[in-house]
């Protein structure tokens, strides 16, 4: 049966980094015996000079027959945030239109780039934290106004919201470590007393064998870099989490290197590199693609229920690491960046090395000659 998979590319150096990681995606699975068909489509401020909407409707639809988007990046300076529409609008409308309320954002460092992180090594060494942060409600959803001298965005959550999310990240404790840190602000802010009533009731009662600890958003981000490894699952709300995955990706080596899957109810998802359009990197061949390769792996994992595929990208990406095949933000001093292509060429070699040696007469591999 074939899959299809949504690839928007966005803006910046968007295109770039999922054009190669929809190769690898697609060879991973073929070489797994599975088929997967990719649908383009437009999003973000390219979207908005083609069409005026930062989500055609035409990307909507694509995206909601797909069994999955890979997404690249939105925005550039050429949208300004006083503009009224601008490319993040359509990030934010698709996640909600798709209902997508979790977020998955692990953190893992390769030993061959773990220089490239500004903290000690051994802050680092075995560091495996993953932050699940909500994604349709706070204050980026909430009511807007704004007047001469004034302005206004509201933050509101539900119960509902809180308990769904909170229960997704507690099944990823159950499954790892079993610690779960809820990160909020309860000593200032309402929304954030409720989070961690609401938190409490649904670990006590339905996930008791998980440890659970609140911390506030603020000491958290000091121990990230402090303690980083003292974390297992991290759970919090849309604007917190945010800011703290950026400051996570740090730990990681460069931005360019994680990635991130949001998911609802069903299946579907979307995955795409936590970092940015960097527009200043656009068509030269510095952009980071193991970032949105890494994405890739989720989607194959998640969405489309081929785990076997997903670690073999996994595994790819991290032999290239090992051979070198680094890009400018992740290489050393005195050491040869490899382009954008190159990086991903290294991941496509790996993965054919791989299957060749598992390759046996009769195999997948010998039939596709």
């Known amino acids: 049966m074939s899959r299809l998979v949504a690839v928007l590319g966005g803006d910046g150096i968007g295109p770039e980094v999922t054009e190669l990681a929809a190769r690898a995606m697609v060879e991973a699975a073929t070489l797994h015996g599975a088929r997967v068909e990719l ?12 069409t005026g909407s930062p989500l055609p409707d035409e990307t909507l639809a694509l995206c909601r027959s797909a069994d999955a988007v890979l997404l690249g ?11 009224k529409v601008r490319p993040e609008q359509g990030l934010l409308a698709l996640r909600q239109q798709l209902g997508l309320f979790a977020n998955l954002r692990p953190v893992t460092i390769h030993p061959q780039i773990i220089s ?41 959550y539900t119960v509902a919201e809180i308990e769904r999310v909170v229960r997704v990240a507690a099944g990823y404790a159950r499954a790892r470590r079993r610690k779960l840190t809820s990160v909020d602000k309860a000593n200032v802010l309402e929304t954030s007393r409720l989070w961690r009533e609401v938190a409490t009731r649904v ?10 600890e609140h911390q506030l958003v603020d000491s958290c981000a000091m121990l990230l870099v402090r303690a980083p490894k003292s974390f297992d699952v991290i759970v919090t709300e849309n604007l917190f989490g945010d800011v703290l995955t950026d400051e996570a990706a740090v730990l990681g080596g460069s931005i360019g290197m994680l990635p991130s899957a949001s998911l609802g109810e069903g299946p579907r998802g979307l995955y795409e590199p936590i970092h940015g359009s960097a527009p200043a990197l656009a068509g030269r061949g510095l952009a980071n693609p193991y970032g949105a390769i890494l994405s890739a792996a989720m989607l194959l994992r998640h969405s489309l229920a081929l785990p076997e595929a997903a670690s073999a990208v996994e595994a790819a990406v991290s032999a290239a690491v090992e051979e070198g095949v680094l890009t400018e933000d992740v290489a050393g001093p005195g050491w040869q960046p490899a382009t954008t292509r190159e990086a991903g060429s290294a991941v496509l070699r790996a993965l054919r090395r791989a299957a060749s040696s598992r390759s046996r007469p009769g195999s997948l591999l010998e039939e596709r000659g």
Do not use: H, M, N
């Not at 489509?41 to 000079?49: E, K, N």
């Not at 990046?73 to 503009?83: C, I, M, S």
């Not at 993953?130 to 509201?154: C, H, P, Q, S």
């Open 73 to 83: 990046a939105v925005g550039g300076p050429q949208w300004p945030p006083e503009a």
């Open 116 to 156: 490239s992180s500004p903290l000690r090594p051994e802050l680092l060494r075995g560091l495996d934290l993953l932050v699940v942060r909500e994604l349709t409600g706070g204050i980026y959803f909430g009511a807007k106004r704004r007047e001469v001298d004034r302005a206004e965005d509201v933050c509101s």
């Open 203 to 212: 670990v006590q009662t339905e996930f008791p064998d998980v440890y659970l």
């Open 39 to 50: 649908g383009q489509a437009l999003i973000g401020g390219c979207a908005i000079d083609q």
